[in-house]
């Protein structure tokens, strides 16, 4: 069995998926955290790995950048390969002080202009949602690992580069609570509400675009490493 952008069999993909952004990420953190990793995917140059992780099967893949590609990777995988669980490892810009450089954020609920749920089912609804049992157990495995998290919500943009005045950070945190901006959980929770599955969402903020700070490459390895390990860490106590 394959799909236009997946070449691996049934059986290959564990229940439960990492998924950041970077396939080259998706290899880091198989080759890092993994244990006995086999490589399933790498259609487009798409990573996709299943390893162990404290004697529990997981798989990490990419998903790309925007919801147009996490919306076909993530859907193959909940509707062809049987995964119940994926949960995005990506990072953020912070919208506002209130969120620091290599804060670990929790989303709790995403807000997007996107017409990628309308398009995709009808979804009217501009507001996604992880899954609540999800959200709860990974918010209490931060607890017990010692990864501290930020619970908000996200704005999930289709636009990186905006023209002179069309970014509007305060609008976001006003109006929508949603206290940093990445482009990949709308489609995701979307997808996981339609197909009856499970999504969550863990950010590392690398940039504020309120003060102009960014991580260095050396921060943003360590900073990512705790979000990745909180992650792991919760799809054990699924």
């Known amino acids: 069995m394959s799909t236009p952008h997946n070449k691996a ?13 970077d ?18 995917n790498d259609v487009r140059g798409m990573l996709g790995y299943t390893g162990t992780y404290k004697g529990k099967k997981v798989s990490v893949m990419g998903s790309g950048m ?16 049987d995964v ?19 804060d670990v954020a929790l989303i709790k609920a995403c807000y997007s202009e996107s017409t990628y749920a309308l398009t995709q089912s009808g979804d009217t609804d501009s507001m996604q949602y992880p899954d609540p049992d999800l959200l709860k157990t990974i918010e209490a495995t ?39 901006v990445e482009m990949e959980s709308f489609a995701l929770f979307h997808n996981a509400k ?11 903020v690398s940039d504020s675009l309120i003060t102009d700070e960014h991580l260095s ?15 792991l860490e919760s799809v054990i106590r699924l």
């Open 84 to 102: 119940d669980t994926i949960i995005r490892v990506g990072s953020t810009g912070s919208y506002c002080q209130r969120l620091k450089l290599k």
């Open 23 to 40: 396939p080259l990420r998706a290899k880091l953190i198989a080759d890092n955290f993994l244990s006995d990793v086999k490589q399933f």
């Open 142 to 180: 931060s607890k017990e690992v010692h990864i501290p998290v930020v619970k908000t919500n996200t704005h999930s943009s289709d636009v990186f580069y905006y023209e002179p005045g069309f970014e509007q950070p305060e609008k976001m945190v006003e109006e929508y609570d949603a206290l940093c």
């Open 217 to 231: 490459a050396e921060e943003r390895q360590t900073s990512f490493n705790n979000m990745i390990t909180l992650a």
């Open 66 to 81: 925007g919801m147009a590609s996490i919306g076909i990777y993530s859907y193959e995988l909940y509707k062809f390969y």
């Open 9 to 21: 069999n049934l059986g290959d993909i564990a229940k439960a998926v990492l998924m950041p952004g």
């Open 194 to 204: 339609v197909l009856n599955k499970k999504a969550a969402c863990l950010l590392t």
